[in-house]
């Protein structure tokens, strides 16, 4: 196939890497972790190293298998047929849940630059709404327009959000970062926590895997990508994090909807912050349109197998799984209108954890893919830490997004049974 067939090269796979990773985890999480102080560093280094654990597995099973499909494509070669429906299905679930938080975050950043465009939970709500249906129009343009929206908008929120971390790390006062377990639970529950929370900051790493048969040079590219994305992504959302925690108090950070943008008005003033507010906007749109290119793109490379319905292979005019955008928007949607009266943080943190607790399941059966099928004694001793990482992340994950994620995974069996029996 000639490169002009494959519309995503190694800067535009990078991008959706980065881009999926770096979204409102980034500008959201400093309010969530504000309650843990500085014990969040323990769960930080443990998700970044599990990170870099699960990036360079997926990048040998992408060497391995470069099939549109990514984890689905992965446990189904390795485990069979309905092992990689079960994946596929937890899989994209995850996306959606995912679209529906960012779609919050970026509410949360509107919020700050002009406050009464949220000052109810329905204007908010709609906020984040409009971001999410104008991320769906662009992806169904075409996978061409939505990689060009993803390169641009990974370039102007990486170096901003760089630029703040490297600045402002100076101006921390190390006085909020005592006590260092402010929670008063144990360090090992601390640690649970903050990984099932942060691991949601570097969710996206197989982002490259996912539309694989469209990447040049698939095999290389997409290994690669992976790991430069997962290193610039993990890198970036730990310094900003670790510094807005030391930058105002955590009873004033659990209470922002946009943390960091209110850090950087602390600093230098309220321009500064709305200026760090535009940049978390934009971040979130970013998010936005490669999650939705990832939502639509999974459940069609199932369906092209006859795993889920044949509607979600259908692409339009410009090639774009249009019946995958529709449907994954929709259900996005319903997420956000039916939690609308929580708070924005509360909901973000609800739809964090239902969205990671849908992801381990496609993370724990990449790492056992490689671990069954895979070889090497490096990078099978990397899959076993990755699978060790996922089984703990779960633990922390908690009962209420554990028990939604496992009904939503089983409410999809009937449609694999039914589907077997046509």
């Known amino acids: 196939m000639t490169t002009s067939h494959r519309p995503l090269g190694f800067w535009s796979a990078t991008a959706l890497v980065v ?46 298998w470069p099939q549109t499909g990514g984890p689905y494509v992965f446990a189904r070669n390795a485990f069979g047929e309905l092992p990689g429906f079960v994946v596929a299905w937890s899989y994209w679930i995850s996306m959606w849940c995912a679209i529906a938080a960012i779609a919050v975050a970026f509410a949360g950043s509107i919020g700050a630059i002009f406050p009464s465009l949220t000052a109810t939970p329905v204007r908010a709500a709609g906020c984040g709404l409009v971001a999410l249906w104008l991320c769906a129009g662009v992806n169904l343009a075409g996978l061409r327009e939505a990689g060009r929206v993803q390169l641009l908008t990974t370039v102007l929120k990486v170096v901003p959000l ?13 006085r909020h970062y005592v006590p260092f377990n402010p929670s008063g639970e144990s360090l090992g529950s601390v640690a649970a926590a903050t990984v099932a929370l942060t691991l949601w900051a570097m969710i996206g790493l197989e982002a490259a895997t996912v539309p694989a048969g469209s990447v040049d040079d698939a095999p290389r590219t997409v290994a690669r990508a992976t790991v430069a994305g997962t290193a610039i992504a993990g890198i970036a959302t730990v310094l900003a994090c670790t510094t807005v925690l030391g930058l105002l108090p955590a009873e004033v950070l659990a209470r922002s909807s946009a943390p960091m943008a209110d850090a950087a008005a602390a600093l230098w003033g309220p321009a500064a912050g709305v200026l760090l507010a535009v940049v978390m906007a934009v971040s979130c749109v970013g998010a936005l349109n490669g999650w939705t290119l990832l939502a639509a793109q999974l459940p069609m490379a199932a369906a092209r197998d006859g795993v889920l319905p044949r509607a979600f292979a259908r692409e339009n005019a410009r090639g774009a799984p249009a019946f995958g955008v529709i ?25 964090v954890l239902l969205s990671t607790a849908a992801t381990l399941l496609p993370y724990l059966a990449g790492a056992a893919a490689w671990l069954w099928r ?38 999809g069996l009937p449609i694999y049974f039914w589907l077997r029996r046509g």
Not at 162 to 174: E, K, P, Q, S, Y
Request: net charge positive; with cysteine.
């Open 327 to 351: 449907v994954s928007c929709l259900l996005a949607s319903v997420l956000v209108i039916s939690n609308y009266n929580r708070s924005l943080v509360d909901l973000f943190k609800f739809s």
């Open 19 to 64: 881009g999926s990773m770096i979204g409102s985890g980034t500008f959201l999480l400093p309010a969530t972790l504000a309650p843990y102080g500085a014990a969040t560093l323990l769960g930080w280094a443990i998700t970044l190293c599990g990170a870099l654990l699960l990036a360079v597995t997926f990048a040998r099973l992408a060497r391995r």
């Open 162 to 174: 760089l630029l703040f971390g490297l600045v402002a790390l100076w101006f921390v006062d190390t």
């Open 374 to 411: 895979g070889d090497g004694r490096g990078s099978r001793l990397a899959a076993a830490g990755a699978l060790a990482f996922s089984l703990y992340a779960l633990g922390g994950i908690g009962a209420e997004a554990l028990l939604w994620g496992a009904g939503l995974v089983v409410a």
